[in-house]
Structures are given as structure tokens and as C-alpha cells.
């Protein structure tokens, strides 16, 4: 699907990363690497960094320490438009939607760095401009399609409940077609059905669209179901990495998770 | 019942993704445009052109131009009147070094040099937001009257400081200046204005206004997404200005004739376009249209009514005429925070019902 | 002392007097944005309404003497005022803010607005829109004192308003920090919905912060109405003191202070020294100027915290 895949199978890699805000140090000397194609869980308890670790890689925060090597190409900040535009797309762990615009928008919005004409023709719609829209409002449907939101495609997104917003923010990240695909909580807040119908679309994803993905989750039953290898964080270090079964029976992060004495 | 969209079925999106996918609201407006461009010409005479028609059409563009910015974008500015200003300035400019260019050029061209005036006085939005940019746009506001009204050049060291626009001729009938016909001058003023709207539409419905309505509502994921906030606010500021530049070279030349910066590009005018979008509703074309109506109409109906109506005496009628004004205002803000166009869209939702209530 | 460094101290000296006053209309906008959230624009007009109330008391011809044929003291006419402030205020909050609670900032804006002009009319149909001078008994004149042992020409009235301007920022913030309501004050600015949860009457508190900066409108009042007389450009004064907002931040009031100050001094040098090369009257601008280019280095403002965004 992309001619710049990595020959050796390494899509990204994160080289002894560390972030402090003023005195307090979200992430210490953090390394670890997503393969092509894999789906990648990030996991650890509250304020274990999870998050600033996705801002970093999306170039939101940048850290004081470490690089970052992405399709073969290292550097130790970057822009998020530049990482946008790279095939790094994300969803946030708060909602974060166009509230005011509808949801077929919100999607067409992910598209935006696909998307060239500028405002001049867009002002005189016939022609270039609109056959470009065509062209990615076909793309905007097979995700609405995909993702089984036909019916709420003109409804403003801030009237829809919870889950169906997570489900369009999920689609405005795929309406980027990304390489790389970074969620925050994508299932947090919901029920059990919700969550096994987004499993579903997190698993198709990375089939359909051969999308590698890097998810942050709590619930440990689908982290350890859909991942193939797992990252565990506490207090900003990195204390496992491997397979679901291998993290299972760390010691480090049975501590962590149930609470040993941080001296 | 004859407002329904029952059986109006769209088969590609070219048609799903039309302006009016009601067949009912396309017969309307294409009548109502019929009316405004063949009708009204017929009556016009010059009081309703001077008094309403010709302002309204001048500020309604201006209202679009703030809208994009403030209600598409979300970056509040109150630089408007010192925008207009620009605008006015610019086709005096124009119009007094190169007689011979055709007047839809002068006018163009004058929103274009607005728009580069415009993004310059956009940058601190890039590093500022919400109050403290509106106040910052201030800056320009009273930076710019007062530069048209020191620097002789720009008036032509007229001895007044005032700038008088000559009288142009488009097809052969006399658009501006004294001897203008109603008729022609509102029609000038009419068709920049449709033809701007529906541009203003066309924009705000494609990966521009997108990138505009992205940043506005969450700026941080906008920029996350790929939308790069500098190019889409400076680009924000740019065709609002060009538009906001236009309406000041219609406002100046079609309308006033002749004007004194201080007197005309105040920053009364700024509120003043700020309440049209306000009140005609954030975010909407249609409604910056119907704000600007709103807001040229009711003095003069307050006026009316109070002068001539219960013979108030016009002194006491103008300090009432401002508290009303204050009281309609707040009175609006309450009752529909999103404007006239909401109403607008809640009439039409009813009228779809109509004669059911459910 | 050279003549020319005098002149330099006038100038100075004035341009810290005139920040003060500045920085007291300032004070009333901080005041209220602090506690809701909005940026009252009505505050200027609130200044001039708060001195026209405050000379129609005491004025021979005003609707007192009109109808009950005397005139109050100037202590009288000052409580009385007062309590006006404190009704306007209640009335705001009743017929206005309480309708509004959930609105966005812009529409609350907007609303201060639609205030300013309503108040500004109704003044005018109540009290006439002539020019009245406004005298308190404040000293006017060149100070004695200053002009004698130093030679150096200061205007009484401006030494006390930056003296009153001085003890008002002490009470203000005595109240603030060392109050109950103070502290609930603070607590509504931080998170309305939070401070509601915790049984905090987010009407009792809109009330006194309008009425306490109606009666800061009433200080700033007086002493500009007492320099140039009562009249509508009064309400302009909300215009200067806004660059001082964004220099200083709309939430602090050692910000609104120091901004007043540094845009006051700015000016007066800037008109002096600056003025004649470009045409002068650029204190219409130059303080807008003054203020944006500042912000574009510290754009959280002088006292404004830095802002950790995250998502």
C-alpha cells in the first residue's frame, strides 16, 4: 500500500525519550518501537505518561531528550501538521470533535491535507473544486459506511451520545488514511456492547487498511484480545515489553497494578 | 403541507451537496432574486436607496466579511470600521490616479489590498486568542483612521481631510457620484453582493471553511489533524478583509459619496457590523444577510415611529432610540443567541409540519 | 536639575497619573472578568452613568432639588450613588446575566454592549447630555509643595486620584484574599459549575462583583469627571483603559496596576518625544500599539500564567 515502508518491518521508533513540564517528569528515557502492521497497546495506570507519550510522537509536546525514527527517518521534534501530514493520525482520550460542524464535515476534515484547491477556485465551487470534493466525499462515505454511521452523517456531532462521537472521531482519523494510527482510549466510558462493536472496527482497521496502530486502553480483557505486543509504563519509565502472555506474568507490572509501596 | 421534501430523492452527491437541496427553497429564492433584480428597479426611488437599500446591500457584504472571521473562524475582531476604511481609501485611491479603470476592477482590487492589510494585522492571532485579539484588533481599528486622516496623500491633501468619489460609469449609465440613478446604484451594489455571498457559501462549504470551522471549534486538534492554524487564520483574515474591503469602496462610493475618515469609519461601525452578525447568527451566511436588514431597518423604523408617530422631539427620540436599541440587543441575545437565522431554520422545521404540530 | 530633565519628569510624572487613571477603569473590568467571566464593556459607560447619578444629587436643578427642593452633600450624594451602582447592578443580574448563564463569552460580550447603549440612553434622557462639572472639593491646581521644593509641575488632582487609586487596590485586595466572599469570588472565576456544586450562589456573587466594580466605576468616575467635566466622552475612557487589559491580563489586578502604568507613562513620552515626527495625536493608537507588540513577546500577558495546553 505505501512505497515507504520500512524493509525491516519497523514502522516507528522511539529512542530514550524523556519530557519533563517544569519540574515534573512526565516520561524518563522511554524506548520502544511499533512494527508494520502490528496493533501496538500502550498501557500502565493513571499518569504513567501514556498520553504525553502520544503527543510526542505526534509532534504536540516536544521532549527535551531522545528521537524519534519514523518510516526510516530520524528526528527529535516535529511539527504536528508535518506529522499529519506524514500518514500520523490520532484520536483523543476527551473527545475532541468539531462540535459545531456535522459529522460528514468532521470526516471531510481528516482529509484536509489530501486536499489541494485553493480558495479561489473553492470560491467558484464549478469545476476543479467540486470535482475534487467528489472525489473525497466518495472516500468520506466508505468510511461512514465502514463504520456504520449512515444514518447520522448530517447530524451535528455535539447532539450525538458518547459512542457514536467516539465513532466519528475514530472515522475522521481513518479519513486520513494513516500508516500509522495512535488512540487514545478509544473505548473508555463505554458499555460492553459499545466496546465490542469498537473492537471490531479497531480490528477491521488493521486488516482493511493494513493501518498499524498504537493504542492507550484500560481494560485489560481487550488489551490482552486484540494486541499483538503490549508496552507498560509507570511513572514514566518503561518497565515491560512483549506479548500479552509475557506481560501477564511480569512481576514489575502485577506491582503496579495492584499497588506495591513506591519508596 | 406544500413545504415538503418527501419524494426528493438524491442520486450523486453533486446533488446531495447542493446549497438548496429543497426543490420548495429553490423556487423561493430564484423568485426572490427575480424580485430584487427585475422588480425592485421599478420603484426604487432615491430615498429608499439612500435610507435602505443601498446601505443594507453595503453593509450586509461587510457582515459576510466579519462572519467568516468571527463566525466561521472564530477570531472576534473589532477592526471592521478601520477594514471599511481601507476599502474606501483604496478606490478613492484608485479611481482618482487611474480614471480609466473600469469601476468592478477599482473595486476588486480594493478588497485585495484590504486583504493584505488585513493579514498583516492578522499575525498576533497566530500567538493571541479570544479577548485579548479582539482588542488587539483595535490596534488597526484606530491605527488606520487615524493614518487616513494624517497622511495627506490618501485624501489628495484635499483642505477638508474629506475624500469625494467622482462619478463613474459602468455600461454606459452613471453608477456613482450625484447624478446616479437609484435604480443603478442599487443594482450595482445588489449583484456584488449576491454574487459574493454565493461565493462566501461556496467557500465556507468546502476544505477552507472546514479548516476555518476546525479551528474555531477546537484549534488544538485542528492543528493535530494536519490543519496548519497559521495558514488557516491568516487565510481567514484575508478574504474577510477583501470582502470587508469591498463593502467600505461601496459604502464610500456607491452610498456616502463622499466621507471623512473619523466621522465615517469610526469604531462605531465595528460594533455596528459585530451586532449584524450577532444578531443574524454566528456561522451563517443567510444570516449575516438578514442581520444587516435588521440592523439598517430598525432605527429608521424607530425613528418613524417615534417622530413621526407620537411626535417625540428628535433629540429625546435619539436618546431613545439608543436605549432601545440596547434593549433590543440584550433582548435577542436572550431570546435566540444563534440569530435570525436560527429562527429562520426553526420556521422552516415548523412550516415542514405545518398543520401538524408533530 | 537641567531643564530638560524636569521636563522629562513632568512628563513621566503625568504619564504615571494618567495611568492610574487608566489603570482604575481598568480595575472595574478585571473585577468582573475575574468573577464571570465576561468582558463587560459597559464599564466605561458605568463610569459616566455612576458621576452623572453623582452630580444629579448634589446639582442645583437635578431631580432632587426638582422635586424636594435641596440638594445632598457631597457624603450623601457619594452613598447615595452608592446604592444606585448596587441597584443598576442588582438590575443586571436580574434582567440580563441571569438569562445568559450558559452562553458563550462573545454572546455575554455582546450583551455588555447592548448594556453600554441602554445605559448610556438612559442616562442621557435622565440626566440631559450637557457638559456638567463635576466638583467634589477635590484640590485642583499645581501642587505647592512639589513645584516649591523640587520645581517640578504636578497636578493635585492626579496626586490624589493615584493616592485613592492606591488604597482602593489595598481594599480590593484585602477582600479578595482575606474575605469569605473573596474567597468565593475566587472559586466562581475558577469553575462555575464547580463553585454552584459546593452551594455557592453564583447570583449573590454576580450581584456584589457588579456592584462592587460599579462603585469602582464610581471612583474612576469621579475623577475623570472632576479633570474634564461629566459628559458622554467619559464612556470613551473604557477604550484607553483596554490596551492596559491586554498588557496587564483581564484577570489581575497588580496586572491592571502596572499595565495602567506602563501604558500611561509610554504614551505621554511617545506623544512628546514621537508625536511631532509623525503628525501627532497618535494617542488614539499608540497604546494599542504598545500593548500588541508586548503581547506578540508574552502573549499570556504581564501577569497571566503560562498555559500548558493538552488534549
Known amino acids: 500500500m505505501n512505497p515507504e515502508r520500512p524493509p525491516n518491518g519497523v514502522l516507528l521508533e522511539v529512542h530514550n525519550i524523556s519530557l519533563a513540564f517544569g519540574g515534573v517528569k512526565a516520561i524518563e528515557d522511554v524506548s520502544f518501537d511499533i512494527r508494520d502492521g502490528e496493533i501496538r497497546a500502550i498501557i500502565g495506570p493513571n499518569g504513567a505518561g501514556k498520553s504525553s507519550m502520544l503527543n510526542v510522537i505526534n509532534g504536540f509536546y516536544h521532549p527535551q531528550q531522545g528521537s524519534i525514527t519514523y518510516k526510516g527517518e530520524t528526528r527529535s521534534q516535529m511539527k504536528p501538521h508535518h506529522a499529519a501530514s506524514r500518514g500520523i493520525a490520532r484520536t483523543f482520550q476527551n473527545i475532541a470533535l468539531f462540535k459545531g460542524m456535522s459529522t460528514l464535515d468532521n470526516i471531510m476534515t481528516g482529509r484536509n491535507t489530501l486536499m489541494k484547491k485553493n480558495v479561489i477556485w473553492q470560491a467558484l465551487y464549478y469545476g476543479p473544486a467540486r470535482n475534487e470534493e467528489l472525489k473525497h466525499r466518495e472516500f468520506a462515505e466508505h468510511i461512514i459506511d465502514f463504520l456504520e454511521i449512515q444514518a447520522i452523517r448530517k447530524t451535528p456531532v455535539g447532539r450525538l451520545p458518547y459512542g457514536m462521537q467516539k465513532r466519528v472521531e475514530l472515522g475522521r482519523a481513518l479519513a486520513a488514511e494513516p500508516d500509522l494510527l495512535l488512540l487514545d482510549e478509544p473505548m473508555a466510558g463505554m458499555n460492553v456492547e459499545e466496546k465490542e462493536d469498537m473492537c471490531r472496527f479497531v480490528l477491521d482497521v488493521n486488516e482493511e487498511f493494513a493501518t498499524t496502530i498504537a493504542l492507550i486502553e484500560h481494560d485489560m480483557g481487550v488489551v490482552m484480545d486484540i494486541s499483538d505486543r503490549v508496552v507498560v509504563l509507570d511513572y514514566g519509565k518503561k518497565i515491560a515489553d512483549g506479548t500479552p502472555d509475557e506481560v501477564r506474568g511480569n512481576q514489575g507490572v502485577i506491582d503496579a497494578y495492584l499497588g506495591v509501596s513506591h519508596e | ?358 | ?311
Not at chain 2, 492578522?122 to 484606530?142: D, M, N
Not at chain 2, 489533524?225 to 459604502?251: C, D, E, N, Q, T
Not at chain 3, 494618567?18 to 481598568?26: K, R
Open chain 2, 1 to 358: 403541507m406544500f413545504y415538503r421534501e418527501a419524494g426528493q430523492f438524491k442520486t450523486s452527491y453533486i446533488a446531495d451537496q447542493s446549497i438548496l437541496p429543497i426543490a420548495q427553497d429553490r423556487v423561493f429564492v430564484f423568485g426572490f432574486m427575480a424580485v430584487a433584480f427585475l422588480g425592485v428597479p421599478w420603484f426604487i426611488d432615491s430615498y429608499w436607496a439612500n435610507a435602505i437599500f443601498v446601505p443594507f446591500l453595503a453593509y450586509a457584504l461587510a457582515a459576510i466579511g466579519l462572519n467568516l472571521l468571527t463566525g466561521y473562524c472564530g477570531q472576534v475582531s473589532l477592526g471592521t470600521g478601520g477594514f471599511m476604511a481601507v476599502g474606501a481609501f483604496a478606490t478613492f485611491k484608485l479611481i482618482t490616479l487611474f480614471p480609466d479603470l473600469n469601476l468592478i476592477i477599482v473595486i476588486l482590487l480594493s478588497g485585495a489590498i484590504t486583504a493584505a492589510v488585513g493579514v498583516l494585522f492578522g499575525i498576533p492571532s497566530l500567538r493571541i486568542k479570544g479577548f485579548y485579539l479582539a482588542v488587539a484588533t483595535l490596534a488597526a481599528q484606530f491605527f488606520l483612521v487615524w493614518l487616513f486622516n494624517k497622511v495627506g496623500w490618501f485624501f489628495n491633501y484635499s483642505p477638508t481631510g474629506q475624500i469625494t468619489m467622482p462619478s463613474v460609469e459602468m455600461f454606459g449609465v452613471l453608477v456613482t457620484g450625484p447624478s446616479a440613478s437609484p435604480a443603478a446604484r442599487y443594482l450595482f451594489c445588489l449583484g456584488f453582493v449576491v454574487l459574493f455571498a454565493l461565493a462566501a457559501k461556496n467557500i465556507v462549504r468546502g476544505r477552507v471553511g472546514r479548516s476555518w470551522m476546525a479551528i474555531r471549534d477546537m484549534d488544538i486538534a485542528a492543528e493535530l489533524i494536519g490543519i496548519r492554524p497559521l495558514a488557516a487564520k491568516l487565510s481567514a483574515f484575508a478574504v474577510s478583509s477583501f470582502y470587508i474591503g469591498m463593502a467600505g469602496a461601496l459604502y464610500f462610493g456607491v452610498w456616502l459619496g463622499s466621507a471623512e475618515p473619523i466621522e465615517a469609519f469610526g469604531v462605531e461601525q465595528s460594533f455596528l457590523v459585530l451586532f449584524m452578525i450577532i444578531i443574524g447568527g454566528l456561522g451563517s451566511i443567510l444570516g449575516s444577510v438578514l442581520g444587516a436588514a435588521f440592523m439598517t431597518l430598525m432605527p429608521i423604523f424607530l425613528k418613524n415611529f417615534m417622530v413621526d408617530g407620537l411626535a417625540v422631539e428628535v433629540v429625546t427620540a435619539k436618546h431613545v432610540e439608543i436605549t432601545l436599541m440596547g434593549v433590543l440587543i440584550v433582548f435577542f441575545l436572550i431570546v435566540e443567541p444563534h440569530g435570525l437565522a436560527r429562527m429562520w431554520q426553526i420556521l422552516k422545521e415548523k412550516l415542514r409540519l405545518w398543520p401538524f404540530p408533530y
Open chain 3, 1 to 311: 536639575m537641567g531643564g530638560e530633565v524636569i521636563f522629562f519628569l513632568e512628563i513621566v510624572i503625568s504619564g504615571v497619573m494618567a495611568g492610574v487613571m487608566y489603570a482604575l477603569v481598568a480595575l472595574g473590568f478585571v473585577l468582573i472578568f475575574k468573577a464571570s467571566g465576561i468582558f463587560n464593556f459597559a464599564q466605561g459607560v458605568m463610569c459616566l452613568f455612576a458621576a452623572l447619578a453623582l452630580y444629579d444629587f448634589m446639582a442645583p436643578g437635578g431631580w432632587v432639588d426638582r422635586w424636594f427642593g435641596f440638594t445632598f452633600p457631597v457624603w450623601m450624594a457619594i452613598v447615595l450613588t452608592i446604592g444606585v451602582m448596587v441597584v443598576v447592578a442588582w438590575l443586571i443580574e436580574r434582567l440580563v446575566l441571569q438569562h445568559l448563564v450558559k452562553q458563550e463569552p462573545i454572546i455575554l460580550f455582546m450583551a455588555t454592549l447592548g448594556l453600554a447603549y441602554v445605559l448610556e440612553g438612559v442616562g442621557d434622557i435622565l440626566f440631559g447630555s450637557d457638559v456638567k462639572p463635576l466638583d467634589i472639593g477635590i484640590p485642583q491646581g499645581a501642587s505647592d509643595w512639589a513645584l516649591d521644593n523640587y520645581g517640578i509641575y504636578v497636578e493635585k488632582l492626579e496626586l490624589v486620584a493615584a493616592i485613592t487609586g492606591a488604597v482602593l487596590v489595598t481594599i480590593l485586595g484585602i477582600f479578595f484574599h482575606r474575605t469569605r466572599i473573596g474567597r468565593a469570588l475566587r472559586a466562581v472565576a475558577d469553575d462555575h459549575q464547580a463553585a454552584l456544586s459546593v452551594g455557592i450562589s453564583l447570583r449573590t456573587i454576580w450581584v456584589i462583583v457588579w456592584s462592587v466594580s460599579g462603585i469602582v466605576a464610581l471612583v474612576a468616575g469621579i475623577m475623570w469627571g472632576s479633570k474634564s467635566g461629566v459628559q458622554f466622552s467619559l464612556s470613551l475612557i473604557a477604550l484607553k483603559a483596554l490596551p492596559v487589559l491586554i498588557l496587564g491580563g483581564f484577570t489581575s489586578v497588580p496586572g491592571a496596576i502596572v499595565g495602567g502604568l506602563i501604558i500611561g507613562v509610554g504614551e505621554k513620552l511617545a506623544e512628546v518625544y514621537l508625536g511631532p515626527f509623525v503628525g501627532g495625536a497618535i494617542e488614539n493608537w499608540f497604546a494599542y500599539m504598545l500593548a500588541l507588540v508586548f503581547l506578540l513577546f508574552r502573549p499570556q500577558g504581564l501577569f497571566g500564567e503560562r498555559i500548558i495546553e493538552r488534549v
